[in-house]
């Protein structure tokens, strides 16, 4: 695949780690990924934003290092998923795109990059797994899509805190960027195609609940989504983002999920979705017909335990490739 000289000027070559335990009867998912200049026209792309400038959270910065972190997951997984039946080795073009060439003093530029970047992997048609770096990175992202559709764009964000905070000094932070999605962008997103899922915790605040209440964004809550079991809370998910949109991007929070889950974040947070639920809702969404972008964002290595949250965010990419190849095979 070909991108412009400007987009290639805004990317840095991102390396994957070679095989862990070589085996002749598994494929390693780092070993499936190819590099975009050797694929004329690949299904899926992977794109790293190692961007942090912008969290809220700056005592628990550190997401910038999770493109790297996360690729190097890659080792440990491999090709096949039985509970989905699922084998991306073959069948399926998946490639990496590297990373944005981030400049970490300039928050406008750097998103400008990013935007450049995936607004022509959106043209190109394919489907796109992004790992951040902060959730503000998904402003930029999300922005490209919304661009890059000629109807409307539907969004979920599965995420323990709304991020719809008013810009005070007309800032993008990791806090305000789906308000700014859903108001200050050429063909935003509309409030009826907009859902928040996992929302909890002691961090929250009235004035962004009522920013939703006032506009009617459904969000459902991690005790909602508990009571109600994940099968019924995806459908209506899917619903509100399916509803006359013609493409739909989902994005994950990592703390959207429980502590024990995802301790290496900015805002660990108790009381969460579980690995599984996010694995069923990353399924569910990427088999739709209009996905067209996954990210995960907020994974903070510095912070993390023995790897787990890095390895979520690997299961998630890999869970997605599994979807779409699902999609792709009619199954």
């Not at 494929?27 to 050797?38: A, G, S, Y």
């Not at 961007?51 to 491999?78: C, H, N, Y």
């Not at 450049?116 to 899509?145: C, P, R």
Request: aromatic share 8%; proline share 4%.
């Amino acid at each position: 695949m070909k991108l412009s000289g400007t987009a290639m000027e805004y990317l840095k070559e991102a390396s994957l780690p070679s095989s862990f335990a070589p085996d002749k009867y598994q494929t390693e998912l780092n070993n499936i990924i190819k590099d975009f200049r050797k694929v004329e026209k690949p299904d899926v792309g992977i794109l790293g934003i190692p961007f942090d400038t912008t969290s809220i959270w700056s005592a628990r910065k550190g997401s910038a290092g999770a493109p790297a972190e996360v690729r190097r997951m890659f080792q440990f997984l491999g090709s096949y998923e039985p509970q989905i039946n699922v084998d991306i080795s073959r069948g399926i073009d998946i490639v990496d795109f590297g990373d944005i060439d981030v400049l970490h003093t300039n928050v406008m530029e750097t998103y400008r990059r990013a935007e450049i970047v995936a607004s022509e992997i959106f043209q190109s048609g394919m489907s796109l797994a992004v790992i951040g770096g902060d959730h503000g990175n998904t402003y930029a992202t999300v922005k490209a899509l919304c661009k890059e559709t000629k109807g409307k764009v539907g969004l979920i964000n599965v995420d323990a805190h709304p991020d719809v905070r008013e810009s005070h000094h007309g800032e993008i932070s990791s806090g305000t960027q789906f308000r700014k999605l859903l108001t200050d962008i050429e063909n935003p997103v509309r409030f009826e195609n907009f859902v928040e899922i996992g929302m909890r915790g002691w961090e929250n605040n009235l004035a962004n609940q009522k920013f939703l209440d006032d506009n009617k964004i459904r969000y459902i809550t991690a005790m909602e989504f508990k009571e109600r079991g994940a099968k019924d809370v995806i459908r209506e998910m899917l619903e509100i983002v399916l509803d006359g949109t013609e493409a739909a991007y989902l994005s994950f929070d990592i703390d959207g999920l429980d502590i024990c889950y995802a301790p290496g974040t900015a805002a660990p947070t108790p009381g969460g979705l579980s690995s599984g639920d996010y694995l069923q809702i990353a399924y569910e969404f990427g088999k739709q017909k209009i996905s067209r972008a996954m990210d995960i964002m907020e994974i903070s290595p510095p912070f993390d335990s023995n790897n787990i949250t890095s390895i979520m965010g690997a299961y998630l990419i890999a869970q997605f490739l599994g979807s779409i190849k699902k999609r792709k095979s009619g199954q």
